[in-house]
């Protein structure tokens, strides 16, 4: 259509008759043709102050319900032949886009926030707040029932997620039972948002306009449900908006799922770990006993090295302790150790001879389809009078050694072969008694071999450890294992390292009280 520079339109074809049937020649434009349209013809002509932006187009707007460009030709005489253009599937095909966009920027963003914890609540809480901040008013997170209750997490929009335990009944609520359960959602449109319980509409919150509810699938085992609450002047649910939605719940499912497994995993690894790692020693039997562990990895809590003090059963027995290094490190070498240490504890019966002890040991791990071996060192303790009576025998292992009240530091006279690595084994043992105040450290060649120092590369070596124990004359186990503990670290600084263990073996500087009514053995006190 054509108008001339007064804003009257001159000519129309008849396209332009069929779209405007007031476009009359001779009409004002203003009458004839939509607001936007006039205007954009009266701020093309006369520059100045408009109601349309400065451009010289093309302009849009709507016409019947569709969406039109309005494109300018200014002819010579001053007229303007205005062409228009359908742009409205264009235009839903650009805000298409644009929502798929938002989308799924919305879903790398859930995703990235969900992955980042492997904590089951903080998945929880995410999954609930972004729901209620992207796609409903609130939104609810429910977890498959404990007993008779429900964990929900609730979450307003601009809220905060809170955690309830609702004792309600998941059949009574359309779509929810079967969310739980895996199966695939209900659509919202069959669900009456005034049958939603009193538990599942937040405080505050007013009537109900629709509800979703979809399953929160997991790794074989459903995660739990997302339920989707908008209020009743909020336009209800879209088919499409149920499909994203489903999507956020897979993703936000899969991380639940993950973060369920991790706790399940974790909780079973520090069940097992228990059991692994070495015990807290302390005061038995008027003995003290003291021992540090240090796995290879700093990320560990297990590795190859081990040690147990299995006290005496009866008045006058000795106790045991074991000490050794199972080849390798990590994981795999501490499944073997929990072996070996549950092997001895079953040989206790046998604890008067280190022998033989190693000796059913050795045949044990020999018939375990193993290629590990490992070093031991056995220790009998009795307390007698203010002495302690050792029994040292080694399998393979650095001999013991004893640090006397002058500082003098002596190397037990044990020696034997490795455990697990021949059929037939030899062992040596050796007695030692200590005095009070005088010492037996049981020791792990991780110590020794530790390298570092000014250059990083030497050996901690023998003879750094026994100048070190020398200084340690008089002291209580405690503080030498401590002192031995520290000195390898220090000399370590943050190189890699073998397992380190190290357990010590002191009587104390003690005096003996009478027995009472010659009855008893009497006790012990500094």
């Known amino acids: ?129 972004m729901a209620a901040e992207s796609l409903a008013d609130a939104a609810l997170v429910v977890a498959p029932a404990r007993g008779r209750r429900l964990p929900v997490v609730t979450c307003l929009r601009g809220g905060v997620p809170s955690l309830a335990q609702e004792k309600a009944d ?72 149920e499909v994203f939605a489903r999507l956020f719940a897979a993703r936000s499912g899969a991380a639940m799922s993950a973060a369920r497994l991790y706790a399940e995993q974790s909780a079973i690894t520090e069940v097992l770990m228990r059991d692994l790692l070495p015990p807290v020693l302390h005061h038995v039997s008027g003995i003290d006993f003291a021992g540090r562990y240090r796995p290879a990895g700093d990320h560990e809590r297990i590795g ?91 399998g393979g292992h650095p001999a013991p050694l004893i640090v006397r009240a002058d500082g003098t530091v002596e190397e037990a006279g044990t020696r034997g072969t490795l455990i697990g690595a021949v059929p037939t084994i030899s062992a040596l043992t050796a007695a030692v008694s200590l005095a009070p105040g005088e010492s037996c450290v049981l020791y792990t060649d991780g110590i020794t071999e530790a390298r570092g120092g000014p250059m990083g590369d030497v050996l901690f070596g023998d003879e750094r450890l026994k100048r070190a124990l020398s200084e340690c004359a008089g002291m209580p186990a405690e503080g030498i294992a401590e002192h031995v503990h520290m000195l390898a670290a220090q000399w370590l600084g943050r190189g890699r390292h073998d397992d380190m263990a190290v357990v010590v073996i002191s009587a104390p500087r003690t005096h003996r009280l ?6 008893t053995r009497g006790r012990y006190t500094a």
Request: aromatic share 6%.
């Open 170 to 241: 998941p059949e009574g609520v359309p779509g929810l039972a079967e969310a739980l359960r895996g199966f695939p959602p209900v659509p919202s449109r069959w669900i009456d948002p005034a049958a939603a319980p009193r538990w599942m509409v937040p405080e505050g919150f007013g009537p109900v306009g629709s509800i979703v509810i979809t399953p929160l699938p997991g790794h074989g085992v459903p995660a739990g449900a997302l339920v989707l609450l908008r209020r009743t002047e909020t336009v209800a649910f879209s088919e499409e908006e």
């Open 1 to 129: 259509m054509v108008a001339d520079a007064a804003g009257r339109l001159t000519r129309r074809n008849d396209a332009a008759g069929a779209l405007l049937p007031r476009a009359v020649p001779g009409t004002p434009l203003v009458d004839a043709a939509p607001a936007w349209i006039a205007d954009a013809h009266q701020a093309l002509r006369f520059p100045g102050p408009r109601t349309v932006p400065e451009t010289d187009g093309p302009w849009s707007g709507a016409i019947g319900g569709r969406r039109f460009e309005a494109h300018p030709s200014v002819r010579d005489d001053g007229s303007v032949v205005w062409w228009l253009v359908d742009d409205t599937d264009h235009q839903l095909a650009r805000e298409a886009l644009q929502t798929e966009r938002k989308r799924t920027a919305f879903l790398a963003e859930a995703s990235s926030a969900l992955l980042s914890s492997l904590n089951l609540g903080r998945c929880m809480d995410v999954t609930a707040q």
């Open 304 to 394: 190859g090295d081990f040690y147990d003090v299995h006290p005496a059963t009866a008045d006058g027995d000795a106790s045991l302790v074991t000490l050794g290094d199972v080849c390798g490190k990590g994981l795999e070498a501490a499944v073997l150790t929990g072996k070996i240490r549950n092997t001895l504890h079953a040989l206790l019966p046998l604890a008067d001879d280190h022998e033989r002890m190693l000796d059913v040991l050795n045949t044990t791990l020999l018939n375990s389809h193993t290629t590990r071996f490992a070093t031991l060192v056995l220790a009998s303790a009795k307390r007698r009078g203010s002495q302690v009576d050792l029994r040292l025998t080694s």
């Open 514 to 519: 009478s027995a009472v009514d010659g009855h």
